[in-house]
């Protein structure tokens, strides 16, 4: 029971003190600047550690801008209590170090930690050394009493060397801060990061780099300690509102939408009241002087002095003796306490420079009065007039206890009534569009928005609306669809493989017309030929399986000017599938009928030579194809070989070129002239070229369409087939098979890439040797 009495004691006491500490509440321009910085760098706080699944740099951005708030409250109770409790605001002075540390591990930790180690090591070492110093500086306060500060006007402590060593610490976790950003800042430049890394950079090292050497100044007495709080709220402001705005609109954590707008609102509001507060605040101060100047000197030359005045003197020019100038008034000679009023000394001033201002300190060190010195023209009277040091203080508290009222309904106003108004008219329609893209996600279409404004939001909802409409009538016609596909499916099937045995009976009726063209091998005595054809479009019909296409082969054994002749054709109409085919029909019916008309008429014929026949035939050919005005055009190799003698006519119509076999060895036969394919009109002007050779025994001349030769050799890397169109790779194949048919074919069967037809003819001089081709396959080859 006694401990809880005793405990209950100190509390009540402890309380006491803190409200009378509260009756003395004194408020001052940097009273108002550093409530600004605090309130501000809090909500950053706040909105920073309040993002749900918040990323690590996040973490201790915002430890780091809650820190900078504490530390702001400090000198917002330095400045704001006229009582020696406020002096221990130098406590909370110290939480400045740890917001470096934290903005050391954000620079480490954005956008993503890359090296763990050193990071950690980093941060345990300045948190230890933060405080390791943190105890010795309070230990050094709880020996010392508090004291008056004229230059700040403020209490404090009078530790020299420990606050020149607190900037000093505060210079260097700064320093190592602005050298990890760096750092840092170049090594994201590979991952993209590196302009926004050293933008943070930037912004930081203007918010807080300015007020860490101003700090450092006052601290070697360059500079006054007003002098770096008026540096320490003009830069942190901004920088802060500047982050805020860097940070929202670059970071990728799932920040709030209505959190945004009213970060960036309040700041706006607090950075427009500040500078606000610059314009009004900051000659308050000039404005009591003024007033209490103008009292004093009404003072002398009325005799009349008001109650408020503590002292007022006059000093002689000669003797230079004080004498008071009311009996009821002291004399104060108290000259080793005497204040110089810096602060407003460096600024523009209303006064005559023949005014001297100070204030006064008591016996006890407490602050007394404020005092002004001065004479009146050219007089060599001196006069001083103190008063109240207590009425200073009341004077710029009843200005700057208007802004902070202003400044409180400020923020009341934006993070609650702001909110309030954003979020009917902003968040509230975001929200049930999101609550209807989420049902849309889990295939609910029959979510709707209600829209109740005619804004952007508004019709953003009212097109989703409709879109969501739309996808609700295509569903139901899909599953309309869907459930009708079966049967659609099968009269689809039903009517496609209609149209594809209708198609495939016109196949293979055109098929039956190729046929009668088709050769598989002739024997006539010395000479022999072995042809076949595979054309690319291969169907089944009635479950046999036939091809289509446009290569031809024909031969056929005639008397031309009394000799036997053997004559032959491979051809390759234009087109695919049926249209070749009826090329290859047109051809083969012309060819036929020519060598029909010559054995009819082979009495007549025989005054004719072989070249004559072989040019007339042609022409006749080249002109029928001219009738179809381009649109039908064939290459060709037409040619007649006389079997006594073994001598060979060609004539070649853009054709590949003929290949002689002999003695084992394959070889391009060298073509003189080459003619226009048969469609396209012949130069009449030139002179008709036939080109001869003379075959020996047991030469082959092989004819081929254009398939041998355009052979598939590979796939390139879009997957295109890779066309080999040199004829090289099918000499080879003749040299590799002897010249046999069955096996060339074999050899690039699996190669081949259009149609290909090959005509092969042997010579042999003695009738009575066998024919190697009569060794052949009796059958046609099959492909």
Same mark, same amino acid.
């Given at each position: 029971m006694?401990?809880?009495?005793?405990?209950?004691?100190?509390?009540? &006491?402890?309380?006491?003190? #803190?409200l009378?500490?509260?009756?003395?509440?004194?408020?001052t321009f940097f009273?108002?600047?550093?409530l600004?910085?605090?309130?501000?760098t809090?909500?950053?706080?706040?909105?920073?550690?309040?993002?749900?699944?918040?990323?690590?740099?996040?973490?201790y951005l915002?430890?780091?801008?809650?820190?900078?708030?504490?530390?702001?409250?400090?000198?917002v109770?330095?400045y704001?209590?006229?009582?020696?409790?406020?002096?221990?605001?130098?406590?909370? @002075?110290?939480f400045v170090?740890?917001?470096?540390?934290c903005?050391?591990?954000?620079f480490?930790?954005y956008?993503?930690?890359?090296?763990?180690?050193?990071?950690?090591?980093?941060? %345990?070492?300045?948190s230890?050394? %933060?405080?390791?110093f943190?105890?010795?500086?309070?230990n +050094?306060?709880?020996?010392?009493r508090?004291?008056?500060?004229?230059?700040e006007?403020?209490?404090?402590?009078?530790? @020299?060397?420990?606050?020149?060593?607190?900037?000093?610490l505060?210079?260097?976790?700064c320093?190592?801060m602005?050298?990890?950003?760096?750092?840092?800042?170049w090594?994201?430049?590979?991952?993209g990061?590196g #302009?926004?890394?050293?933008?943070?950079?930037?912004?930081?090292?203007?918010?807080i780099?300015?007020?860490?050497? +101003?700090?450092?100044?006052?601290?070697?007495?360059?500079?006054?300690?007003a002098?770096?709080?008026?540096?320490?709220?003009?830069?942190?402001?901004?920088?802060?509102?500047?982050?805020?705005v860097? #940070?929202?609109?670059?970071?990728?954590?799932?920040?709030?939408?209505?959190?945004?707008?009213?970060?960036?609102?309040?700041?706006?509001?607090?950075?427009?009241?500040?500078?606000?507060?610059?314009?009004?605040?900051?000659?308050q101060?000039?404005?009591?002087d003024l007033?209490k100047?103008?009292?004093?000197?009404?003072?002398?030359?009325?005799?009349?002095?008001p109650?408020?005045?503590?002292? +007022?003197?006059e000093?002689?020019g000669t003797?230079k003796?004080?004498?008071?100038?009311?009996?009821?008034?002291?004399?104060?000679?108290?000259?080793?306490? *005497?204040?110089k009023?810096?602060?407003?000394?460096?600024?523009?001033?209303?006064?005559?420079?023949?005014?001297?201002?100070?204030?006064?300190?008591?016996e006890?060190k407490n602050p %007394?009065?404020?005092?002004?010195?001065?004479?009146?023209?050219?007089?060599?009277? @001196?006069?001083?007039?103190?008063?109240?040091y207590?009425s200073?203080? *009341?004077?710029m508290?009843?200005?700057v206890?208007?802004?902070?009222?202003?400044?409180?309904?400020?923020?009341v106003?934006?993070?609650?009534?702001?909110?309030?108004f954003f979020?009917g008219?902003? %968040?509230?329609?975001?929200?049930?569009?999101?609550?209807?893209?989420?049902r849309?996600n889990?295939?609910?279409?029959?979510?709707?928005i209600?829209v109740?404004?005619?804004?952007e939001? =508004?019709?953003l909802s009212?097109?989703?609306?409709g879109?969501v409409?739309?996808?609700?009538?295509?569903?139901?016609a899909l599953?309309?669809?869907?459930?009708?596909?079966?049967?659609?499916?099968?009269?689809?099937?039903?009517q496609?493989?209609?149209?594809?045995?209708?198609q495939q009976?016109? #196949?293979f009726?055109?098929?039956?017309?190729?046929?009668p063209?088709?050769?598989e091998?002739?024997?006539?005595?010395?000479?022999?030929f072995?042809?076949?054809?595979?054309?690319?479009?291969q169907?089944?019909?009635?479950?046999?399986?036939?091809?289509?296409?446009?290569?031809?082969?024909?031969?056929?054994?005639?008397?031309?000017? $009394?000799?036997?002749?053997?004559?032959?054709?491979?051809?390759d109409?234009? $087109?695919?599938s049926?249209?070749?085919a009826? $090329?290859?029909?047109?051809?083969g019916?012309?060819?036929?009928?020519?060598l029909?008309?010559?054995k009819l008429?082979?009495?007549?014929?025989?005054?004719?030579t072989?070249?004559?026949w072989?040019k007339?035939t042609f022409?006749?050919?080249?002109?029928?194809f001219?009738?179809?005005? =381009?649109?039908?055009?064939?290459?060709?190799?037409?040619?007649?070989?006389?079997?006594?003698?073994?001598?060979?006519?060609?004539?070649?119509?853009?054709h590949?070129?003929?290949?002689?076999? &002999?003695? =084992?060895?394959?070889?391009?036969l060298?073509?003189?002239?080459?003619?226009?394919?048969?469609?396209?009109p012949?130069?009449?002007?030139?002179?008709?070229?036939?080109?001869?050779?003379q075959?020996?025994s047991?030469?082959?001349?092989?004819?081929?369409?254009?398939?041998?030769?355009?052979?598939?050799?590979?796939?390139?890397?879009?997957?295109?087939?890779?066309i080999?169109?040199s004829?090289?790779?099918?000499?080879?194949?003749?040299?590799?098979?002897?010249?046999d048919?069955?096996?060339?074919?074999?050899?690039?069967?699996?190669?081949?890439?259009?149609?290909?037809?090959?005509?092969?003819?042997?010579?042999?001089?003695?009738?009575?040797?066998?024919?190697r @081709?009569?060794?052949?396959?009796?059958?046609?080859?099959?492909?």
């Amino acid at each position: 029971m006694r401990t809880v009495f005793f405990k209950t004691i100190v509390l009540v &006491r402890f309380l006491q003190k #803190y409200l009378q500490d509260f009756m003395d509440l004194k408020l001052t321009f940097f009273s108002f600047g550093s409530l600004i910085v605090c309130v501000f760098t809090g909500v950053l706080s706040a909105f920073l550690l309040g993002i749900p699944g918040r990323s690590r740099s996040s973490t201790y951005l915002g430890t780091a801008f809650a820190f900078l708030s504490i530390h702001a409250f400090a000198f917002v109770t330095a400045y704001s209590l006229n009582s020696p409790t406020a002096a221990y605001h130098r406590w909370l @002075i110290l939480f400045v170090i740890p917001a470096f540390v934290c903005l050391t591990q954000f620079f480490l930790h954005y956008p993503v930690l890359t090296n763990h180690k050193f990071a950690s090591a980093l941060l %345990w070492t300045q948190s230890v050394i %933060w405080i390791g110093f943190s105890a010795y500086y309070i230990n +050094a306060t709880l020996s010392l009493r508090p004291v008056f500060d004229f230059t700040e006007q403020i209490w404090t402590f009078g530790l @020299i060397n420990e606050n020149k060593l607190l900037g000093v610490l505060i210079l260097s976790y700064c320093s190592i801060m602005i050298f990890i950003g760096i750092r840092r800042s170049w090594l994201n430049k590979q991952i993209g990061k590196g #302009y926004v890394t050293s933008l943070f950079l930037l912004f930081f090292i203007l918010l807080i780099l300015p007020a860490v050497v +101003a700090n450092a100044m006052s601290r070697a007495g360059i500079i006054s300690r007003a002098t770096f709080l008026t540096i320490y709220t003009f830069f942190i402001i901004p920088g802060s509102f500047i982050i805020l705005v860097l #940070y929202i609109n670059t970071t990728e954590d799932k920040t709030r939408f209505l959190n945004r707008i009213t970060g960036i609102c309040l700041g706006t509001f607090l950075l427009i009241q500040y500078w606000l507060g610059i314009a009004s605040v900051a000659r308050q101060e000039e404005t009591f002087d003024l007033a209490k100047l103008r009292e004093s000197e009404s003072s002398v030359f009325l005799k009349n002095f008001p109650a408020g005045i503590l002292y +007022a003197i006059e000093i002689s020019g000669t003797s230079k003796v004080a004498r008071s100038l009311d009996a009821s008034l002291p004399i104060s000679t108290i000259k080793g306490n *005497e204040f110089k009023r810096q602060a407003l000394e460096d600024v523009d001033s209303f006064f005559p420079k023949h005014v001297d201002r100070f204030f006064l300190s008591d016996e006890s060190k407490n602050p %007394w009065s404020v005092s002004y010195r001065f004479n009146i023209k050219d007089s060599a009277t @001196i006069y001083e007039f103190g008063f109240p040091y207590e009425s200073y203080r *009341e004077s710029m508290h009843e200005i700057v206890i208007l802004h902070v009222y202003i400044l409180a309904v400020t923020i009341v106003t934006i993070l609650i009534g702001f909110r309030f108004f954003f979020k009917g008219t902003i %968040w509230n329609p975001l929200k049930n569009l999101l609550s209807a893209i989420e049902r849309i996600n889990k295939g609910d279409l029959s979510a709707k928005i209600p829209v109740r404004i005619q804004d952007e939001i =508004g019709f953003l909802s009212i097109s989703f609306n409709g879109m969501v409409a739309t996808i609700r009538e295509a569903q139901t016609a899909l599953s309309v669809y869907a459930n009708t596909l079966e049967d659609q499916v099968k009269e689809r099937t039903f009517q496609l493989t209609q149209l594809l045995e209708q198609q495939q009976g016109d #196949y293979f009726l055109t098929s039956l017309l190729l046929k009668p063209f088709g050769i598989e091998k002739i024997e006539n005595g010395r000479i022999a030929f072995e042809s076949f054809i595979r054309q690319k479009k291969q169907f089944t019909f009635k479950g046999h399986d036939y091809e289509i296409g446009g290569d031809l082969s024909m031969a056929d054994t005639l008397t031309i000017g $009394g000799k036997s002749c053997s004559v032959f054709i491979n051809a390759d109409a234009m $087109g695919k599938s049926i249209q070749g085919a009826g $090329g290859a029909i047109v051809l083969g019916s012309i060819f036929g009928s020519i060598l029909n008309r010559t054995k009819l008429f082979e009495d007549k014929v025989n005054e004719i030579t072989p070249q004559r026949w072989l040019k007339s035939t042609f022409l006749e050919l080249s002109k029928i194809f001219e009738i179809f005005d =381009g649109t039908m055009l064939v290459t060709a190799v037409i040619g007649i070989i006389e079997e006594d003698s073994g001598k060979a006519y060609i004539v070649n119509a853009e054709h590949p070129i003929p290949i002689l076999y &002999r003695n =084992g060895k394959a070889s391009l036969l060298h073509t003189k002239h080459f003619f226009n394919r048969m469609g396209i009109p012949q130069d009449s002007s030139e002179a008709f070229i036939i080109q001869s050779i003379q075959l020996r025994s047991g030469d082959c001349l092989i004819i081929g369409s254009d398939g041998k030769d355009d052979l598939i050799a590979g796939r390139s890397d879009d997957g295109n087939n890779i066309i080999n169109g040199s004829p090289e790779t099918f000499l080879s194949c003749i040299e590799e098979a002897k010249g046999d048919l069955n096996e060339v074919y074999e050899k690039i069967k699996n190669h081949l890439f259009d149609d290909i037809s090959i005509l092969k003819i042997e010579y042999i001089s003695n009738p009575e040797t066998n024919l190697r @081709i009569g060794g052949c396959q009796k059958n046609r080859i099959k492909l």
